[in-house]
């Protein structure tokens, strides 16, 4: 698979392939109004909103490739068919070693559903990394929050706060909430669009706010300290 680069080979794929020319390339979504062929570089740079440099960039890492009219360098419907799938790689992220695999893999696709199969394979993947960094942010943002809060609470007059004092987030306020209606950490990532490690570092984030050392504990004392009705 493409996704395993310390196994891929597509420097020999790029030694002998032209990519433009590969029979089968993914579905995606193209510029329209095609302009007449032989296209300029300024017109392909404006058709997907990128600058020369970066078509440079593509054709130095044998993604793309210009053509020659004269001294000018030219692309064509075929090239911008390939563009339409290095740029859609690029809009989500996906790195140009990953983009190179998956041209590699392309050139061995037999029809058009091996390869629009092979682009869906790839976006799973990359969705994948993503829900990761999510979580990863998500458990930074919630250790900035509580090491700012304990800053603030050490700095605080004790005598001038006798009660406990718990700021929630709203996102925090309806987790709990939700938690208080019995949802388990499954449907509260349903629920809130999260992933469920995400939901479990923010429960574990309210745990710590209010001293409870399980979501039931939290839950009874979100409501004695009135966070949450009863």
């Known amino acids: 698979m493409w996704l395993h680069t310390e196994h891929s080979n597509s420097t020999t794929h790029t030694d002998r392939v032209s990519y433009a020319s590969l029979p089968?390339?993914?579905?995606?979504?193209?510029?329209?109004?095609l302009p007449a062929e032989p296209i300029a570089i300024s017109d392909m740079a404006n058709l997907f909103g990128v600058t020369h440099r970066t078509l440079h960039f593509y054709e130095e890492k044998k993604l793309l490739s210009a053509s020659r009219v004269g001294l000018m360098r030219v692309y064509y419907h075929r090239d911008i068919r390939l563009m339409a799938l290095i740029n859609t790689c690029r809009e989500i992220g996906m790195p140009i070693v990953a983009i190179q695999d998956l041209l590699a893999e392309l050139s061995d696709v037999a029809n058009?559903?091996?390869?629009?199969?092979?682009?869906?394979?790839?976006?799973?993947?990359?969705?994948?990394?993503?829900?990761?960094?999510q979580s990863t942010l998500f458990r930074q943002m919630q250790q900035i929050n509580c090491l700012i809060e304990q800053d603030e609470d050490e700095q605080m007059d004790e005598e001038a706060q006798p009660l406990p004092r718990v700021c929630l987030s709203d996102l925090e306020h309806q987790c709990l909430t939700l938690m208080a209606e019995g949802y388990t950490q499954i449907r509260l990532a349903r629920t809130l669009q999260m992933t469920p490690e995400a939901v479990q570092a923010l429960e574990a984030g309210i745990m710590?706010?209010?001293?409870?050392?399980?979501?039931?504990?939290?839950?009874?004392?979100?409501?004695?300290?009135g966070l949450i009705a009863s």
């Open 24 to 33: 089968f390339l993914p579905h995606v979504p193209m510029p329209a109004n």
């Open 112 to 133: 058009q559903s091996e390869a629009n199969a092979l682009l869906r394979t790839a976006l799973e993947y990359r969705k994948r990394e993503l829900f990761g960094a």
């Open 208 to 225: 710590r706010k209010i001293s409870a050392t399980n979501r039931f504990q939290a839950v009874a004392k979100a409501v004695l300290l």
